[in-house]
C-alpha cells in the first residue's frame, strides 16, 4: 500500500493552523497513525487509528479520515511544533509511511 | 518506564553482514509485536520487519531473504541480522514497540534512539 503526503514541506506562523494530508492507494478503514520527528530524534506517536490522540498529546493536534484521504491538523502552533509528520498505515503488513511532511514555524 | 536501546551499529562494506540488537526495558518483548524501522540520511521512514508474540515474521520486499528479526525472552531482546549489505542499506536503524495485543490497534508507541549503519568500501 502506498502513501502519499501532500505537502512536502509548508511554513506557518506561531498561533497559526497547519493541514496536512495523507492519501492511501487503496482502502485502508481507519487503519492510519501519524507520528512527530524532530531533527536527531526519534519519531513520536501522536495520532492512532485515524481520529485517536495518544497519551500526553495536546488536543492541538487532530486527525479526521475520508475515505481513503486523511488529514493531520494543528492548530494554535508553537515554536515546539517545527518538525517532519509522517504518516503510517497499519491495515496490512508492511506498515508503509508517507514521505513525510516538513513544517516550519515562522 | 518503557526503554529501547538500539546497538551494533558501524560501517560495514558492501556485501558484508551486522546485527544490530535493541535492548528493551519495562516491558516484555514477547509480549509485544517489535519492529523496525529505518531511516536514510536526509530522507524519510521506511517499515522494515516485524515479529510477532507467536513468533512470527514478516518483512519489507527491499530486506527480504536478505534481513532476519528475531528474539531472545531471557534476554529481553530483539535483533535484526542483516546480510548481503548495500549501499543502500546505509540508515539510522530503530526498533519500537507495537503495543497491538494490549491496545487492538497497531502502533509504535515507544522507539529507542537509533543505531546508524553505513555501508561503504
Known amino acids: 500500500i502506498q502513501m502519499t503526503q501532500s505537502p512536502p514541506s509548508l511554513s506557518a506562523p506561531v498561533g497559526g493552523r497547519v493541514t496536512i494530508t495523507c492519501r492511501a492507494s487503496?482502502?485502508?478503514?481507519?487503519?492510519l497513525n501519524w507520528y512527530q520527528q524532530t531533527p536527531g530524534k526519534a519519531p513520536k506517536l501522536l495520532i492512532y487509528a485515524a481520529s485517536n490522540l495518544h497519551s500526553g498529546v495536546p488536543s492541538r493536534f487532530s486527525g479526521s479520515e475520508s475515505g481513503t484521504d486523511f488529514t493531520l491538523t494543528i492548530t494554535g502552533l508553537q515554536p515546539g511544533d517545527s518538525a517532519t509528520y509522517y504518516c503510517q498505515q497499519t491495515y496490512s503488513f508492511p506498515h508503509t509511511f508517507g514521505q513525510g511532511t516538513k513544517v516550519e514555524i515562522k | 518506564e518503557v526503554q529501547l536501546v538500539e546497538s551494533g551499529g558501524g560501517l560495514v562494506q558492501p556485501g558484508g553482514s551486522l546485527r544490530l540488537s535493541c535492548a528493551a526495558s519495562?516491558?516484555?518483548?514477547?509480549?509485544?509485536?517489535m519492529t523496525w524501522v529505518r531511516q536514510p540520511p536526509g530522507q524519510g521512514l521506511e517499515w522494515v520487519s516485524v515479529i510477532y508474540t507467536g513468533g512470527a515474521t514478516n518483512y519489507a520486499e527491499f530486506v527480504q531473504g536478505r534481513f532476519t528479526i528475531s528474539r531472545d525472552n531471557s534476554k529481553n531482546t530483539v535483533y535484526l541480522q542483516m546480510h548481503s549489505l548495500r549501499a543502500e542499506d546505509t540508515a539510522v536503524y530503530y526498533c519500537?514497540?507495537?503495543?497491538?495485543?494490549?491496545?487492538?490497534?497497531?502502533?509504535?508507541?515507544?522507539w529507542g534512539q537509533g543505531t546508524l549503519v553505513t555501508v561503504s568500501s
Open positions: 487503496q482502502f485502508i478503514s481507519t487503519y
Open positions: 519500537a514497540r507495537d503495543p497491538v495485543q494490549n491496545t487492538g490497534w497497531h502502533t509504535l508507541d515507544s
Open positions: 519495562g516491558f516484555s518483548v514477547s509480549d509485544n509485536y
